[in-house]
């Protein structure tokens, strides 16, 4: 069963949101796992794209976009939620404000809420699904 992560956020940005998941899918990666970074639109995907590249002076997360011929790669982005990619990753990263479809298919699943109230009640919603149908849930407020 799929175990589930909410990462807590205090800043309301979307961009501190982002780099929250960046810091995520950069330790996920460095430790070996398949990722998956699950956004709400191509717009973030993009932002996404570059952002693995620049989050932090000397960092650098190698990936690709899903539904690319370097789709096999270990860290990948995309926003379709029926087609998460061509692999089979283990984590994914939840930057959309709505349960992924396929969540299921994944070992562990991150949660990531900025500090922003809409996306706080968003999450608890999230929360309560996931609650109601018996999966783990850990929860992580970071500064």
Same mark, same amino acid.
């Given at each position: 069963?799929?175990?589930?992560?909410?990462?807590?956020?205090?800043?309301?940005?979307?961009?501190?949101?982002?780099?929250?998941?960046?810091?995520?899918?950069?330790?996920?990666?460095?430790?070996?796992?398949?990722?998956?970074?699950?956004?709400?639109?191509?717009? %973030?995907?993009?932002?996404?794209?570059?952002? !693995?590249?620049?989050?932090?002076? #000397?960092?650098?997360?190698?990936?690709? &976009? +899903?539904?690319?011929?370097?789709?096999?790669?270990?860290?990948?982005?995309?926003?379709?939620?029926?087609?998460?990619?061509?692999?089979?990753?283990?984590?994914?990263?939840?930057?959309?404000?709505?349960?992924? %479809?396929?969540?299921?298919?994944?070992?562990? !699943?991150?949660?990531?809420?900025? #500090?922003?109230?809409?996306?706080?009640? &968003? +999450?608890?919603?999230?929360?309560?699904?996931?609650?109601?149908?018996?999966?783990?849930?850990?929860?992580?407020?970071?500064?």
């Amino acid at each position: 069963m799929t175990r589930i992560t909410f990462y807590l956020g205090a800043d309301e940005s979307a961009r501190a949101r982002h780099l929250l998941a960046c810091r995520i899918a950069e330790k996920a990666w460095r430790t070996g796992h398949e990722v998956y970074i699950h956004t709400a639109s191509p717009d %973030v995907t993009s932002e996404m794209d570059e952002l !693995l590249w620049t989050f932090r002076d #000397g960092a650098f997360v190698p990936h690709v &976009l +899903a539904g690319t011929d370097d789709d096999p790669a270990r860290v990948v982005i995309g926003h379709d939620p029926e087609q998460p990619g061509s692999r089979e990753h283990d984590v994914a990263i939840n930057l959309s404000d709505e349960v992924p %479809v396929f969540f299921g298919r994944f070992h562990r !699943l991150a949660e990531v809420v900025a #500090g922003d109230p809409e996306q706080r009640r &968003l +999450a608890r919603e999230r929360y309560r699904f996931y609650r109601d149908r018996g999966y783990s849930l850990e929860t992580h407020e970071l500064g």
